[in-house]
């Protein structure tokens, strides 16, 4: 059989910003992946160090941090991912949009839609407002955005907590029965604070300790909302909700588990709760859907792996409604982070959507 040209190409890939931890997982993904060629990564610390000398997982990779504008590191490339802070990437746009590599940026400043929406949970007004409008950006979140990912040239990742609770809440907004108050708490690993110690974020006050932190106004939450109104627009099936989320930090160094509390009516069937999160995830590459027991999504079974697993208890009728406690968790670098955005790029440009990032987790 005549291979997909696809499936036989090379792609030359450059990443901009690539000292994080979100980097040194884009770059263990992207040297690994049997159709890619990694060929620049830019910086503007540790320029002219090796890759290795600065995320200590790597070896002789023969490449060094170099230094230059996202313009100059996209000439000649397919892909340009963008592992920029918050603020950065945004004030980027006249470069990106002199380049005909695909774009898929790993901050939150091209997810949302809406420009009063961004001014209100990044603290600033967006440098380039008409990025945001008429789907320039797509959402890169493949089991909500698969077929508009494919082709795309201008991919905004989600954010981490973001992917955690919409795999959990997905399969709700699209059946109609996401209603009412929504309350989601979330736990998540010290890496998702970058690389660089805070005084949040610093091992002593940490490893110890549990927190809330930015409660009910966390900057993932408007592309939540966003994302969740849509699907119940597409299905025709659209309600009302009002979303409460809470971030934890938690004492793990990778790793979400968020826990979603909805109210259903009670006469919901059990049987009718497990074929709408099965059916809905019957094509996704990478939620294992566990049921309502015994197993229930915990962090060590997904580290350092693109899996998401999925789980829920619907409890008794009560006041006449019913409980449901979705449970969602994943690694916050691979699945919520760098991972996914290699696999949008795999289906962007038509390559299967596991290729180079489908290994197992790790264990324990």
Known sequence: MTANNSESKRYRVAMAGGTGY???ELIRLLMNHPQVDLARVTSIDRVGEPLEAVHLNLYNTGMVFEEMPVVDAAKGMDVLFLGLP?????????????????????????????????????????????????????FGLPEFNRELISGATRIASPGCFAT????????????????????????????GSGA????????????????????LNHQHKPEIEEVLVAAGERSGKAQAFDLNFVPVSAPLARGI?????????????????????????????????????????EVIAIKGSMWVDLSWVLGPAQNGM????????LDNLVKGGAGQAVQSMNISLGLPEGMGIDAPALWP
């Open 22 to 24: 979100g980097g040194a």
């Open 164 to 191: 955690t609770l919409l795999l959990g809440l997905l399969p709700l907004a699209h059946s109609g029965l996401l209603k009412g108050a929504v309350q989601s708490i979330a736990a998540t690993g010290s890496s």
């Open 257 to 297: 588990l968020a826990t979603s509390f909805i109210s259903l009516p009670e006469n919901t069937d059990p049987d009718q709760v497990e074929a709408m999160f099965r059916d809905y995830y019957e094509d996704a590459a990478f939620v294992r859907v566990l049921g309502s027991g015994p197993r229930h999504a």
């Open 86 to 138: 918050h603020k950065v990437s945004s004030t980027l746009a006249p470069q990106l949009d002199q380049t005909d590599a695909r774009v898929i940026d790993l901050s939150g400043d091209f997810r949302l839609t809406d420009k009063d929406l961004y001014a209100e949970y990044y603290g600033q007004e967006h440098p380039y407002p008409e990025q945001l409008e008429g789907g320039r950006w797509v």
């Open 196 to 215: 660089y110690a805070s005084a949040g974020t610093h091992h002593p006050v940490r490893v110890n300790n549990m927190k809330i932190y930015k409660p």
């Open 322 to 329: 019913r409980q449901l406690v979705v449970a969602t968790a």
